[in-house]
């Protein structure tokens, strides 16, 4: 017969085994109860950057905006954007960005100012793609926004500009905006007085605009 010292001894060393198992049926892990952060880092010029207006006016904030409403809460938006940014000043920044943030999608849109400085096409290209190249081996993808420049700059300009983004869409088989101001550009009072950058009541529209792509993008990702 087992004496009562022994019964004591095994029940003392089972219970905390048997709490844990009962715990680790019972209480769902934290990614089973919410999926963790997924980020999209926009990477743009002043288009981006809620340029002379709130922050919150912005259409970077508004898609988060539209992310909440849309049950997406797990989808986190990180803007890095900088008014007066430049290919060759987004290529230089986007490595730390990249290893900071691990974005699972990157929105890039730049090229604007180097197209309004007349910067050769070729320039511009080489630095888009090398910051595709970056994001992507980062295991990002990437959905690129078309830009287009004033038509004063004349076609032989202004083809080859606006025709690159199609081409390195094509290129890397990226998810493309063609042209994020569709609906907007040509709609003055849309534009605020420079003529190049949207009013707040426009930003809703970009929104709307970068939607269908980035929708196309996060389910890809899920």
Avoid: C
């Amino acid at each position: 017969m087992i004496n009562k010292s022994f019964q004591e001894l095994v029940r003392f060393q089972l219970l905390p085994a048997l709490t844990l198992v009962l715990i680790l049926f019972i209480v769902p892990s934290t990614s089973a109860r919410e999926p963790a952060n997924s980020v999209i880092l926009v990477w743009g010029d002043s288009l981006s950057a809620s340029y002379r207006m709130e922050e919150q006016q912005g259409w970077v904030a508004l898609l988060q905006e539209k992310l909440n409403t849309e049950g997406k809460h797990h989808w986190r938006v990180v803007n890095g954007s900088v008014s007066g940014e430049t290919t060759a000043g987004g290529l230089a920044r986007l490595p730390s960005m990249l290893s900071s943030t691990a974005p699972d999608i990157v929105i890039l849109e730049l090229g604007g100012n180097d197209g309004l400085r007349g910067l050769p096409v070729p320039t511009i290209r080489q630095n888009l793609a090398e910051m595709i190249e970056l994001s992507q081996r980062s295991g990002a993808q990437v959905l690129l926004a078309g830009i287009q420049i004033p038509p004063n700059y004349g076609p032989r300009y202004t083809g080859p500009f606006y025709g690159q983004y199609t081409e390195l869409a094509e290129q890397y088989g990226l998810e493309l905006i063609p042209f994020l101001l569709v609906g907007i550009a040509e709609n003055a009072a849309l534009m605020q007085d420079d003529g190049i950058h949207p009013t707040s009541e426009a930003q809703p529209m970009i929104v709307e605009n970068v939607w269908p792509a980035l929708m196309t993008l996060m389910e890809a990702d899920r």
